[in-house]
DNA sequence: AGTGGCTCCTGAGCGC
DNA sequence: TGCGCTCAGGAGCCAC
């Protein structure tokens, strides 16, 4: 599923493909996924994009006049850079026709969404106003994590979820930033010490980056722009390992389920 | 306010 | 072969 160093790894597919150029259409092959007030997709055609941002697992496409396509891709969204005239993609949803090619937002499970707002509204209509800092913003400090965290009662793994804690981190990342940092998913907040809240603070962010460097984790369904796998499910030490051997001990990874997520840790490793 | 559980959705994998 | 069940889970929503 893409959390945030796939979705940064198709957002910077994207600065590459399609920054600078003019969106001349917008066709939706299904209107569920798309949420747009007004018959907005009139308003935003012949404007330039101006900049692509991602905050967390949310992408944006900014244009010239500052109306805003926001994407979020869920479990199964796909956003596919090809030719002008491409075939309908299987599961596709909408496309945007650039002067050169087209981006295709597929998604098997139409849990992916997509707005199309003005600047002023976009925040509050895709939720992004409830976002907390970026995983990978160089201000989120280790005291706003902190801060984040303070009187909480429930467990770490949840809050590591929570997107109006910390943006961009998913199921498969909260694992292994959990394992990295020793420290059982199920722990209450409140039994934390400093140093095990530094712990995880402090893999956060290089856990993230090197799934960017490896174009993402493939584990089920998610692929780049050009429709190709990541590497980085090669590095996982948890995630999808259930009942096999620690990469660290050797003990055999237990499976649990923490707040309807399928959790794997190692009981011998992490405290 | 915080929390747990339900819901959306579809394909894969499994037992019989 | 095919049926039914379970699992995958991000995030909005609702009841408590």
Same mark, same amino acid.
């Given at each position: 599923?893409?959390?945030?160093?796939?979705?940064?790894?198709?957002a910077s597919d994207l600065r590459e493909k399609i920054s600078k150029q003019k969106l001349?259409?917008?066709?939706?092959? $299904?209107?569920? /996924? !798309?949420n747009?007030?007004?018959?907005? =997709?009139?308003v935003l055609v012949q404007k330039y994009i101006k900049e692509i941002n991602r905050h967390?697992?949310?992408?944006?496409? /900014?244009? $010239?006049? #500052?109306?805003?396509? =926001?994407?979020?891709?869920?479990? =199964?969204?796909?956003?596919?850079? &090809?030719?002008?005239?491409?075939?309908?993609?299987?599961?596709?949803? &909408?496309?945007?026709?650039?002067?050169? #090619?087209?981006? !295709? @937002? &597929? $998604?098997?499970?139409? +849990?992916?969404?997509?707005?199309?707002?003005?600047?002023?509204?976009?925040k509050q209509e895709t939720g992004v106003c409830r976002l907390g800092s970026d995983?990978? $913003?160089?201000? +989120?400090?280790?005291?706003? @994590?902190?801060?984040?965290?303070?009187?909480?009662?429930?467990?770490?793994?949840?809050?590591?979820?929570?997107? #109006?804690? /910390?943006?961009?981190?998913?199921n498969i990342y909260a694992d292994e930033i959990l394992f990295l940092s020793k420290v059982c998913p199920d722990r209450k907040v409140s039994t934390l010490t400093e140093s095990e809240l530094k712990n995880i603070y402090h893999n956060i962010a290089p856990i993230l980056k090197k799934a960017i460097k490896n174009r993402g984790t493939s584990f089920s369904d998610y692929v780049d722009t050009k429709a190709e796998?990541?590497?980085?499910?090669?590095?996982? @030490?948890?995630?999808?390992?259930?009942?096999?051997?620690c990469l660290q001990c050797g003990n055999k990874l237990q499976k649990i389920r !923490?707040?309807?997520?399928? =959790?794997?840790f190692c009981e011998n490793c992490q405290k």
């Open positions: 599923m893409p959390e945030l160093p796939e979705v940064e790894t198709i001349e259409k917008i066709e939706i092959s $299904d209107p569920s /996924v !798309i747009l007030k007004n018959n907005r =997709t009139s967390g697992k949310y992408l944006s496409l /900014v244009l $010239d006049d #500052n109306q805003i396509v =926001t994407i979020h891709l869920r479990m =199964t969204g796909r956003l596919i850079i &090809a030719p002008k005239n491409a075939p309908l993609e299987k599961y596709e949803r &909408a496309r945007l026709i650039f002067e050169n #090619n087209s981006l !295709i @937002f &597929a $998604d098997i499970r139409r +849990f992916g969404k997509i707005w199309l707002c003005d600047e002023q509204n976009h995983a990978l $913003d160089p201000k +989120f400090s280790f005291n706003d @994590f902190k801060k984040a965290l303070k009187n909480k009662n429930g467990v770490i793994k949840k809050y590591l979820l929570s997107q #109006n804690i /910390v943006a961009g981190i998913g796998k990541g590497k980085n499910q090669e590095e996982l @030490f948890v995630y999808g390992r259930g009942g096999q051997k !923490i707040e309807g997520r399928g =959790t794997v």
